[in-house]
């Protein structure tokens, strides 16, 4: 990497970002707008049909370059948003021309010559990355993660138990577009009090096994061994990645659920060591990119429509299991397309700039 | 009570429906309408103001007559549908005209002189009834307690760790209403990216302490002690006293999401017995008033869209814990209204009439 003043004058590293014209990328533009200014160039590489379009990112108006070899000629960090396939081909492409690869995908997660970072709970771990790729979680595993990472470094931790509530836009457009269409189709209707109404109403299900309308469906992702799913597969297998510890007990059940964006869990964490609520909120109050909202008498806990648009993971609705002294009940919430997704990518690529540049 | 036969000729026991105009009472008076009839009168009660409505039972009109001592004069059996306060005051008074009370409020369920009964669970419980109540349980503690009754039986429970996604119906009329009218407001926008622009644009909340349409909301019913709702306490208390496990370890979070009627639960449930997901299998199969729907490959599992309307518990997703060999996890869903409410109060007293016309 050049580092940031050599070569090229005062000018910081250059930055891809693979995918920007796709919903995460959308996203990415406008955090890299917001956050403070690190980059020289900012270089938009989406697929060759949206090469020539125009985006505005950092207030300016940049066209669009075709995904290509070429497209990563003195790129320092590229930020993937892609799918699997597509980083799985052209992620180690860039590594190769010399940008460390910060990759959103499934591909490379659990590949251990690829650490898996969330820059609050393991910043560390960037520094080793053999194969110049570093890749970001699934956006369910970062919707708590920083939460459960600041808990587990005080109290221990020893088991996961959760629940989820995903929103649509984890399947991108086509979810949310799905979702919109057949709550169009059900508006002003008294649908919902038989059997497979919804599902006659709503015809096309998109990108869902299921109606998502004014219903719940317990499948995301893709079916697994013994009836798991590649959803509950990640949260296991990535918090304890990236939380180091490769024993943890992670179970999750993920339930996609009529919102827009923004992922809920319920969490049943296990300690090493005994809890209390004031302990926990101490910690959660003092931990970076940890929003704690618990006053439930004040009507203060975290929901997807308050939360959307926002930066940290929101914590809410704390409480001591009454029967382990060692266990804590909570409610998260985190956008999944902001820290969930893109947030966490321009984090990573902040943090191996600074690096770089030390 | 007058045996079935005995003083009204060939006439069953007479039942009355108290609060019969009321979201649960209309649906009881369908399910009346479908199952074998075994009763002379139905008699339907309800509040002064719709004292003269008529109602369609058994395809007959019958005129709604108001509450007062006198409406339970040769009544054998009473349904109450109708909130804590008026049971609380009214169902004692049935018992002393005679009647044998079955109460869906939450007025009688922890007291011990109240058997608190599921039929296919604890049936034997309707017999000791010093009150002459019996008390209906919570519909969110219905929606799962049949399916884990019959794996109770097999494997013995040890702990149920559950995460509720609770139907709109729960909360009545208004909490129907409220979601239909903000969907209305929000079909055709864009909104649900923005924090608070779906609170601005719904206005008024009704029954909710945040918007229910295109969010999730983790509290239901109305603070306790130590940071937990009443409904998340209700599952706990309730689970134990129905399967007569006083020292179960039960842990809930109540979560509200915009679906008209059908709750629905993950279960994290461990058993003192090892378990596999066969055995699971084959005792849900076989267990009255359970229907299994686990083939995930397929696309099958419950959702509540598919399973409103009906009376079974539709049992999915069971998996067994990567962690620990005696432990399911579970996904399941039952319509509120039917086994969540008036189907169980109609069972029980059917209960009732049998063995007293034994």
New interface residues.
């Given amino acids: 990497m050049t580092p940031a003043g050599a070569g090229g004058g005062d000018r910081g590293p250059t930055l891809a970002v693979v995918g920007a014209t796709g919903a995460v990328g959308t996203v990415l533009l406008s955090i890299l707008s917001e956050r403070k200014d690190i980059w020289g160039e900012i270089r938009l590489i989406a697929s060759p049909r949206s090469a020539g379009r125009k985006l505005t990112v950092r207030g300016e108006e940049v066209e669009v370059v075709a995904l290509g070899e070429a497209a990563f000629d003195g790129v320092d960090v590229a930020l993937f948003d892609v799918p699997d396939e597509v980083s799985a081909q052209w992620a180690p492409v860039a590594a190769a021309r010399g940008a460390v690869v910060v990759d959103n995908s499934g591909a490379f997660r659990m590949d251990p010559d690829v650490p898996l970072v969330v820059p609050e709970v393991n910043p560390h771990a960037v520094r080793n990355r053999p194969r110049s790729i570093i890749a970001n979680p699934n956006c369910t595993t970062l919707s708590m993660i920083v939460a459960m990472g600041a808990l587990h470094a005080e109290f221990g931790l020893g ?1 996961l ?1 959760v ?1 989820s ?1 995903q929103a649509v836009s984890g399947s991108g457009k086509e979810g949310v577009d799905t979702l ?1 269409e057949q ?2 189709k ?3 209707t ?10 006659r109403a709503v015809g096309d299900l998109g990108p869902y ?3 998502i309308a ?6 995301a992702g893709s ?1 697994k061994e ?4 590649s959803e509950e597969l990640k949260v ?1 297998d990535e918090s304890r990645k990236i939380l180091g510890l490769p024993e943890l ?3 999750a ?1 993920c ?1 996609r ?5 923004t992922h ?1 869990l ?1 969490v ?1 964490a296990r300690f090493e060591n005994e809890v209390t ?1 004031a302990q926990a909120h101490e910690i959660l109050r003092a931990a970076p990119g940890v929003v704690l909202c ?1 006053d ?2 004040a ?1 203060d ?10 930066d940290p993971t929101w914590v ?9 002294p060692c ?1 804590l ?1 909570l ?1 998260v919430c985190g956008d999944n397309l902001r820290k969930g997704a893109a947030l966490n990518t321009a984090q990573i690529a902040e943090l191996v700039a600074a690096e770089s540049a030390a």
Same sequence: chains 1, 2.
């Fill in positions: 088991e138990i629940s509530y919109r709550l169009g059900l508006a002003g008294e649908l919902g009090t038989q059997p497979g109404d919804i599902r096994p299921a109606p004014l219903n719940v469906v317990p499948f079916l013994d009836g798991w799913t296991r007990r992670v179970t059940t339930v659920v009529p919102v827009v964006t809920s319920t049943h609520v618990d439930p008498a009507g806990f975290p929901t997807p429509a308050d939360v959307v648009g926002t809410g609705r704390v409480r001591r299991s009454m029967d382990d266990a009940e409610f």
